[in-house]
């Protein structure tokens, strides 16, 4: 794909990545991403904003042929899927300076061996014109590492935003245009790697609030046309109560803890609590990391394997305890053969969340009237803290 116009001297020269699945070595990418560069040209400076994951390298040196030279290249974040092809670039053009926060500096010095009097640091709230365009540098740290910043082109009030408001779908087109498929693979993206970070978060979005963005470019996925619509979707995430929903992750060996999962999903509907229900075995992570954003009681299921909880089940309670979601309540279900410390030792792993825990139901074999009587008060309880905290 040949670079792409935005606006006047404004260009994406970025590259899709159609094929990708899988960032991390842990978030699913069900529909690809991109890596979004931009050149801007001013009348006297031209600046390079980020750019692309190394193995896509070619794609960006391809479009950077027929530009005579590059004063400037801005590196918002240090993660290589963005800084990664920052050395070609630099090879590429001898003298242009990069341009990141001061702790950036330090970071692209370790991860890419970049040489320091190649980095000029600026900081919260600095200028560079480029002659008859400015750029303006906003820190805006921990959206997710804690080097970030955002620019913000004054003249064409777009606001270069990497990871922040991004999402993670590779497409030809270039802008938003269907709002309901960003909508879910940003919050996927949000819940993946910005939901730990949401007070920061919080900090930022106050912090642009003042900005008039006509536009929003973000590192991953398309441009926003329309940014308020990003941006309310993020108020959301991260300041609204959680929702009377209950999350529910489970895995079952032999089917004991599969019926005790029916009858409690049964019995909270009942009692008129939404339900989200996973199973570890087949689902996309992804989906229960959007599902994590909104849930106001988190439940997970697991019957007790080699004296403890299924493997499955603790990576979900260590997924959990990562992603820090904002649900107020926590129980544990599951089953047991003979014994065993599958209750203590998933306990043991969600020491980041702030919840508080629900009696466990935690049964010997095929669950007893009394073990379905026990999920019974749990769901009671659940639907009884729900209606006290006006969850809706
Ligand atoms: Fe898209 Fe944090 O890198």
């Known amino acids: 794909m040949k670079a792409r116009k935005i606006t006047e001297q404004v260009y ?10 899988m960032f991390d070595a842990l978030i699913p990418l069900p529909d690809g991403t991109s890596y979004n560069s931009y050149l801007v040209q001013g009348s006297e400076k031209t600046v390079l904003l980020d750019t692309v994951d190394p193995p896509m390298e070619e794609e960006l040196l391809d479009k950077l042929e027929g530009v005579p030279k590059i004063d400037y290249l801005v ?17 590429m053009f001898p003298d242009a300076q990069i341009v990141c ?19 000029l640091a600026v900081e919260d709230g600095d200028t560079l014109s480029l002659g008859d365009k400015t750029l303006k540098f906003l820190y805006t740290p921990w959206v997710h590492w804690p080097e970030t910043m955002v620019s913000y082109l004054e003249e064409d009030r777009i606001l270069f935003s990497c990871d922040f408001f991004g999402s993670h779908i590779a497409t030809s087109d270039l802008f938003v245009t269907d709002q309901a498929r960003v909508y879910e693979a940003a919050k996927r993206y949000f819940a993946e790697i910005m939901m730990p970070f949401k007070s920061q978060i919080a900090k930022n979005l ?45 895995v079952s060996m032999h089917g004991s803890t599969k019926m005790m999962v029916d009858h409690l999903v049964s019995s909270l509907v009942e009692k008129g609590v939404r339900v989200e229900q996973f199973n570890l075995e ?6 229960l990391a959007i599902a994590l954003v909104d849930a106001g009681t988190i439940v997970l299921g697991t019957p007790t394997m080699h004296a403890g909880p299924h493997p499955y089940a603790a ?39 702030k919840v508080e825990v ?33 969850f809706k």
């Open 12 to 21: 994406w020269m970025g590259a899709v990545d159609w094929d990708r699945r």
């Open 75 to 91: 590196s918002h974040h240090a993660e290589q899927d963005h800084s990664g092809t920052l050395p070609a670039v630099l090879e």
């Open 101 to 119: 926060t001061t702790k950036a500096k330090g970071m692209l010095m370790d991860l890419l061996k970049l040489p320091e009097d190649a980095i």
């Open 206 to 250: 106050d912090k642009l609030k003042d900005l008039d963005i006509r536009m929003i470019a973000p590192s991953h996925g398309q441009i926003y046309p329309e940014p308020w619509f990003i941006m309310e979707a993020y108020k959301d995430w991260v300041h609204s109560e959680p929702r009377n929903t209950v999350v529910l992750p489970y």
């Open 282 to 287: 087949v689902t996309d992570i992804g989906k």
């Open 315 to 353: 990576y979900c309670a260590l997924l959990a305890n990562v992603l820090r979601p904002k649900a107020k309540f926590l129980s544990i279900i599951g089953s047991y053969g003979w014994g065993g410390k599958t209750i203590e030792q998933l306990s043991g792993m969600i020491s980041n969340l």
């Open 358 to 390: 629900l009696e466990p139901v935690y049964n010997k074999g095929l669950p007893s009237e009394s073990d379905l009587q026990a999920l019974d008060q749990l769901a009671e309880s659940i639907a009884a803290k729900h209606r006290e905290n006006g």
